[in-house]
């Protein structure tokens, strides 16, 4: 291996490994606010990318189906357990506006605006729009009755969320992979090295996303109130943190960072309905070297699988996957060695 | 009969907890007047964190009514409570101990987070006239504080939802005097600024010197009400704690 | 229909079932043979033992591979050559790859909280579904083919209708092994594996050994199962030991009822006939082709979870008349007892203790000491540190500075585990008793170190005499508490008084010298009490110590021999029960005071 291999390889390396890492951080994330561990999370990226590509197909996605569906599954068990009571009937409005106005509303536009003559920026924010609500829903529906759940059902339960969804985007999307133009053409040159313009969208755009999402947690009330809500889950509802508003906002981040992913993506790998799934477990391997409550160590992890993954696939091409899941193999040695004796859980 | 005195703020009736089907707190009932402070004292598994913990919505409630300034909460959560103004001090503080102070104290008014950035950070100079130590400690992680400082935070972490009801677990405890006597200080001081406390507490004699109206629990039930300073003197509030009924 | 010939019908109607159904339902009904298996490991792993894993259908792969491998391979070294490519041999690799596999994985994970077991098995899951579908030798993507038929009895099984006998009889094997395994000593570990890990650990329970071994036992069912599959398609590829497939056989034992050893077959039924069901008609219905079941598993199971979270099982069982069983306590020997040292040996010594947590100081230089035949009481309001005191002398928690001596032995370093060997045992504040398991089997934890047969004499139930001697002296201390009545009730269903007193008998069967009582007339009625410290006056008789910590004041004051009482920590005050009454410091502990 020369220079110039090392260097475009370590370029695709930290590309995959950005994209890595902010799934890693809304895994994080996810499982300190809920105690979820969330094996859909790779499902967003590919509904992201495909809902993108289906776009810029002039077609309509399924997705839309999806968000109307849960919409409307939405209102039903909301309503229900408002109706019984009487001081919450203002609810009633946001509940209808967010879960059965907004998806018409959405699919008229849609409808209306044909979007595969859109510009690109307008497709981006149509499919985030569309993917993104899915996140809340889908804790409302899977999660929400399950709050006080162990661990272990609410895996199981994330598992079989996994399931459908990606039984949903075979169905929508189909079997054939799709794959978007690129954000803009045109490279970069630097010294001996080309860095392609897409490259360059990923990394801007992940570093960007962290900084927001940085000061999000470190200045805004809801996102202090989500870190509250982690460490002491008692305590911030005590401040009247709602467990339920904490959870919703915890998955809408998820799939916002998981549908911008996708969309990121899609010009640099064909995705496929189930090309997700493996996505989001790199993200895994990444947040298990953060032992699941570092953000900065998951990050880390996330760029080292990205890395590990770009080289192994010069290296030994076919075996990338086995290197890449076996890393966690002494991440796991090291964390059972400074980890003490756990208490129980429940 | 009760605290009659004033307009209640929070009235309970029949209110019973059930772990399982061990049931710890049966029938119980008490009021709390407008600006007064009332304590429920009594020894230790008597049933006063379960009886804050069921008010505030942290336990189901297998029975009983519970009235806030004249409006029925039987089935609210904690979350319609703290919207109500009433807020709990918990045992064991429930701080967030990987925060600053300052940050703690934001989130304390998280129940009214619209009313503006400047109208907290006046709520949060009134704190730090109350507790000036943590002022000197605002940027300091509440995990870092000692025993004493905790309970002051979570005090003031309290006050910052400006509530009209506020309950305290044993705000003594673990706390040695000279700190007990601060808190107890500061518990007086803030009927002067009109909110209604339920205290309880172990420390029998400090809770009674400080409150209007006093309820001892024993066993889960009620087993004696009256005016604070009638109760300082009852030998049987004596005899609830050292167990000395058992040898005459 | 009796509950009672249930089993024998169910048997009877897997002996005539190829007899009356076409080719194709035998096929089907070996299918759900071979997941049933697998899914019984889970039952035991997950549904039991509170533990996950995804790596379920890897394991099934390393037995498929192992026996394909080694039964059609050309090149083999000459001295496994000479076996001529035996089935046997290939289960034999297998079981051995498998068990390694499992070992090493659960050495790893099992240490660590929960989520990483299942975690870890993802990437094992995925990593090898990539290398079988990678290595030259093992076929690639294509796989391997032409792997011999099973011969049994001379008889060689080529036809599913013969093989269909194998595959059940390995079921029911497994069920019978697994059924024995939770019925035995070793079981009540296993079943103390969710929810009573702190408990089982003070009654002496390894249990990061429990652990890695129903977590070995899961994996090597599953090998049989691949084993099995392999000899029965005579072929295997990567596809059927995706992660995808062990998700599956997740699914089975949770629909089917996770606690429930029959509830795996049941689940493996239905997951099985759903599927080739839903992949006949959602193609049609949706007109695409794909494996849209997998919305409706996925559906389903979210479903399961929120409804009916043990599954099918119990729902069944419920329209089922409840069989009226005459449970009995075995009669056997007594055990042999540890002889109890002399009354007035120094028994337990804590030395200068001071216990931190990190800031707070919970407990400083605390001394105490409890002899033989004597009741010593550690008392002192609220939050005064009793508990975490009692936590270090007992191992549950270790001490920051200071040394504790158990019976001369400094024991500061040692897990509660060692320390229950040496003769201490204890009971809870918080209770911790197992709800759904009855009273008597509670008590029977707690002679866990009295009994030394391990898991497969237990699967083989050849331990019963053993056994015997270990519920029958549960019995004995279960009667001597006076819960004698609800010998066979379940623990949860009973009074938190008694619940407590429970918890006594647990730590009795121990065989005990020195008894910790954390709180244990809490609760309790007025005769209740007496009866209570009526018992505890009797054990000292014996020469037994107990250390007690208690609120009760009236209790503790009628009982204890000697008196410690503790405020922020510290001692404040010792000697005979009325000194320390009428002592100045103490009532001001109790009562507290602002002035």
Not at chain 1, 313 to 328: D, G, H, M, N, P
Not at chain 3, 95 to 112: D, E, K, M, P, Q
Not at chain 3, 193 to 200: E, I, T, Y
Request: aromatic letters at 8%; a neutral charge.
């Amino acid at each position: 291996m020369d220079l110039q291999i090392a260097l475009l390889l370590g370029q695709d390396g930290i590309t995959n490994g950005a994209i890595y890492a902010l799934l890693s951080l809304a895994l994080v994330l996810v499982f300190a606010v809920t105690r979820v561990i969330f094996i859909p999370q790779g499902e967003f990226v590919a509904f992201g990318a495909l809902t993108l590509a289906s776009f810029q197909a002039g077609k309509v996605p399924g997705t839309l189906w999806l968000l109307i569906g849960a919409g409307i599954a939405v209102a039903v068990v909301d309503l229900r357990a408002v109706l019984g009571r009487s001081r919450q009937r203002r609810r009633i409005f946001s509940i209808l506006g967010w879960n059965l106005v907004y998806p018409v509303v959405l699919a008229i536009l849609i409808h209306l605006a044909k979007p595969g003559e859109l510009p690109l920026a307008a497709q981006v924010i149509l499919a985030l729009a569309l993917v993104v609500p899915l996140g809340p829903m889908t804790y409302r529906l899977a999660f929400q009755p399950l709050a006080e759940a162990s661990v272990l059902v609410l895996l199981i339960v994330a598992v079989g969320v996994h399931f459908a969804l990606v039984g949903l985007g075979l169905l929508f999307f189909g079997a054939e992979g799709s794959r978007t133009p690129a954000f803009s053409d045109g490279s970069l040159t630097l010294g001996s090295l080309t860095v392609g313009a897409q490259t360059l969208w990923v990394l801007g755009s992940s570093l960007t996303l962290i900084v927001v999402l940085a000061f999000f947690f470190e200045r805004t009330i809801y996102g202090k109130a989500l870190r509250a809500t982690a460490m002491n889950r008692t305590g911030a509802r005590l401040m009247g943190i709602s467990t339920v508003m904490a959870g919703k906002l915890s998955f809408l981040l998820a799939s916002l960072i998981g549908a911008f992913s996708g969309v990121l993506i899609a010009p640099i790998t064909t995705v496929y309905y189930d090309t997700g799934f493996l996505i989001g477990l790199k993200g895994f391997v990444g947040a298990i070297v953060g032992a699941l409550s570092s953000y900065p160590l998951a990050a880390l992890g996330a760029l080292l699988v990205g890395l590990l993954e770009a080289f192994s696939s010069f290296w030994a091409s076919a075996f990338k996957e086995v290197i890449v899941f076996t890393l966690i193999i002494p991440v796991l040695v090291w964390l059972s060695l400074t980890t003490h004796q756990v208490e129980e859980e429940e | 009969m009760g605290a009659t005195a004033a307009v209640p703020v929070l009235e309970i009736s029949d209110l019973c907890v059930s772990y399982g089907k061990v049931e710890a707190l049966h029938h119980a009932g008490l009021r709390v007047g407008q600006g007064q402070i009332v304590t429920v004292i009594g020894p230790n598994g008597a049933g006063k964190t379960t009886m804050l913990s069921a008010i505030m919505g942290l336990l189901p409630r297998s029975r009983g009514r519970i009235c806030f300034q004249g409006v029925d909460l039987d089935g609210a959560e904690v979350e319609d409570m703290v919207a109500h103004g009433v807020n709990l001090v918990p045992e064991s503080r429930a701080l967030f101990g990987e925060m600053s102070v300052e940050d703690n104290l934001l989130l304390g008014a998280f129940s009214r987070h619209r009313s503006g950035l400047r109208d907290q950070a006046q709520t949060m100079e009134e704190v730090f006239r109350v507790f000036p130590r943590l002022k000197e400690r605002r940027s300091q992680h509440a995990g870092t504080l000692s025993g004493g400082e905790r309970q002051m935070l979570a005090l003031a972490r309290a006050l910052m939802a400006k509530p009209k009801l506020l309950m305290l677990d044993e705000p003594s405890l673990g706390l040695a005097p000279l700190i007990v006597r601060d808190i107890f200080r500061v518990i007086g001081a803030l009927k002067a600024t009109g909110v209604s406390i339920l205290l309880v507490e172990q420390n029998a004699r400090a809770a009674l010197q400080v409150a209007d109206y006093a309820y001892v629990l024993e066993t889960g039930e009620i087993a004696l009400e009256g005016p604070s300073r009638e109760l300082i003197d009852d030998p049987k509030v004596v005899e609830s704690y050292l167990g000395l009924g058992g040898k005459r | 229909m009796s509950p009672r010939i249930l089993l024998p019908v169910f048997v009877l109607s897997l002996l005539l079932a190829p007899q009356l159904v076409s080719e194709f339902h035998v096929t089907l009904l070996n299918y759900i043979g071979l997941y049933s298996i697998v899914a019984i490991g889970l039952v035991l792993l997950t549904g039991v033992g509170g533990l996950m894993s995804f790596g379920q259908a890897a394991f099934v792969g390393l037995g498929g591979y192992a026996t394909a491998y080694l039964t059609t391979a050309t090149s083999l070294p000459v001295w496994i050559a000479s076996l001529g490519g035996s089935p046997w041999l290939g289960l034999l690799a297998g079981v051995v790859l498998t068990a390694a596999v499992a070992l090493l994985l659960g050495l790893l994970t099992l240490r660590l909280s929960g989520h990483y077991l299942p975690l870890g098995t993802i990437a094992w899951s995925i990593s090898l579904y990539f290398l079988f579908g990678n290595l030259e030798f093992l076929g690639g993507h294509t796989g391997i083919s032409g792997i011999p038929a099973l011969s049994m009895f001379g008889l060689p099984m080529k036809d599913a209708r013969n093989f269909y006998y194998l595959i059940w009889v390995v079921v029911l094997l497994a069920a019978w092994l697994t059924i024995n395994l939770l019925d035995s000593r070793e079981g009540r570990a296993i079943r103390a594996l969710k929810g009573g890990v702190v408990m089982a650990e003070a009654m002496g329970v390894d249990t990061a050994r429990s652990k890695v071994v129903i977590f070995l036992i899961a994996a090597l069912f599953g090998c049989v199962s691949g084993w099995l599959y392999a000899h029965l398609q005579r072929f295997v590829n990567p596809t059927p030991f995706s992660l995808n497939m062990s998700i599956e056989y997740l699914f089975m034992a949770v629909l089917g009822g996770a606690a429930h050893v029959w509830g795996a077959v049941l689940g493996a039924g239905v997951i099985t006939v759903l599927k080739q069901w839903l992949q006949d008609w959602l193609p049609r219905l949706l007109g695409a082709s794909g494996n849209f079941e997998m919305i409706v598993f996925g559906v389903l199971m979210i479903f399961v979870l929120q409804r009916a979270r043990d599954g099918l099982w119990p729902i069944l069982c419920r329209l089922v008349p409840q069989r009226a069983i005459a449970r009995s306590v075995p009669v056997a020997d007594v055990l042999p007892r540890k002889s109890l040292p002399e009354a007035g040996e120094v028994l337990l010594e804590a030395r200068h203790v001071v216990k931190r947590f990190g800031g707070l100081v919970a407990n400083n230089n605390m001394n105490l000491n409890v002899k033989a035949g004597e009741i010593m009481a550690l008392i002192g309001p609220n939050g005064a540190g009793k508990s975490t005191m009692f936590n270090c002398v007992s191992g549950v928690d270790r001490a920051t500075e200071g040394e504790v001596l158990f019976r001369g032995r400094p024991v500061t370093e040692l897990d509660s585990r060692e320390i229950a060997k040496l003769g201490m045992s204890r009971t809870f504040q918080h209770v911790r008793l197992l709800p759904t398991m009855t009273v008597l089997e509670n008590a029977a934890i707690g002679a866990h170190l009295r009994g030394s047969r391990g898991v497969l004499p237990a699967m083989l139930h050849l331990e019963r005499a053993e056994e015997n001697r270990l519920l029958a002296e549960a019995a004995r201390q279960v009667e001597r508490v006076g819960l004698k009545s609800s010998m066979f009730e379940a623990a949860g269903s009973l009074a938190l008084g008694q619940q407590r007193t429970l918890e006594i008998a647990r730590a009795l069967c121990a065989d005990p010298c020195l008894l910790l009582l954390d709180e244990p007339a809490a609760g309790l009625r007025y005769m209740e009490k007496q009866a209570l410290a009526e018992l505890l006056r009797k054990l000292r008789g014996e020469g037994m110590g107990i250390l007690l910590v208690e609120h009760d004041m009236d209790f503790v004051m009628g009982l204890a021999d000697r008196v410690v009482v503790m405020e922020f920590g510290e001692k404040i005050a010792e000697g005979l029960p009325e000194g320390v009454q009428r002592n100045p410091a103490v009532i001001e502990a109790y009562l507290g005071g602002v002035d």
